[in-house]
């Protein structure tokens, strides 16, 4: 089983709609999360951190369950901006010497039409 | 821009010879790591250092890689000998505790 999965797209969704994106992860023993976002051919970059009381930034929300190991990305009222992949990332931590590493999963990439 | 520059930021280079690249990372961090991203896959760690220190390597560090990050400041990955397998975008990060900043990428070409 890998350790960090992700719905494997692609999305593609028209300007204006709602879109969730799913991750589950295999070690328990994960102490942070996130969601990155990456253009075509650029570097990954941070989009949030996910909590287990769930977070919000925007037309973004973040969920968290710790018990079913599970992670979401909702976007809503897309914009053709939003159009790129989005990562599911988790962190070990300093757990069992894993010196804060980042594993990913492979990515959902969305596409958003005008 | 995330203040970790990495250069060069795109290499091609004949199967069989031996590549650098340099990552600058942002000042006050002293976590600094090494990523490996094929297409349409997500990045893989390769290797860490805290402050000069190597502390941890992946089992995907072949023998012809080897990573060092001199006073704690900037960091270097060699290949040696590369394999048309190599090709990928090698992703430097810097981060303090959880959160982590990657630099533009080197993109390596191996013909």
């Known amino acids: 089983r890998k350790e960090v999965e992700q719905d494997p797209g692609p999305f593609n969704v028209p300007e204006g709609a709602t879109v969730a994106f799913n991750c589950t992860y295999s070690n328990s023993a994960s102490q942070s999360f996130f969601w990155y976002r990456q253009d075509c051919r650029k570097e990954p970059k941070l989009l949030m951190s996910v909590y287990s009381s769930g977070n919000e930034d925007g037309r973004f929300t973040a969920q968290l369950n710790r018990a079913s190991q599970y992670i979401s990305l909702l976007i809503r009222d897309s914009k053709l901006s939003d159009s790129a992949t989005y990562l599911c990332?988790?962190?070990?931590?300093?757990?069992?010497?894993?010196?804060?590493?980042?594993?990913f999963g492979k990515g959902t990439l969305l596409t958003v039409n005008p | 821009d995330t203040g970790v520059s990495q250069d060069p930021r795109h290499k091609i280079t004949k199967r069989g010879q031996n590549v650098t690249f340099r990552c600058d990372p942002i000042s006050e961090h002293n976590r600094l790591y090494w990523y490996r991203q094929t297409l349409g896959q997500g990045p893989e760690f390769l290797t860490y250092?805290?402050?000069?220190?190597?502390?941890?390597k992946s089992r995907l560090l072949s023998d012809r890689f080897s990573a060092e990050r001199p006073k704690g400041s900037f960091s270097t990955l060699e290949i040696q000998r590369t394999e048309q397998g190599d090709s990928a975008m090698y992703l430097c990060a810097t981060g303090a505790r959880e959160t982590q900043y990657f630099g533009p990428g080197t993109r390596l070409l191996v013909l």
């Open positions: 990332v988790v962190n070990l931590g300093y757990s069992g010497g894993s010196n804060y590493k980042l594993t």
């Open positions: 250092f805290q402050n000069e220190a190597q502390l941890e």
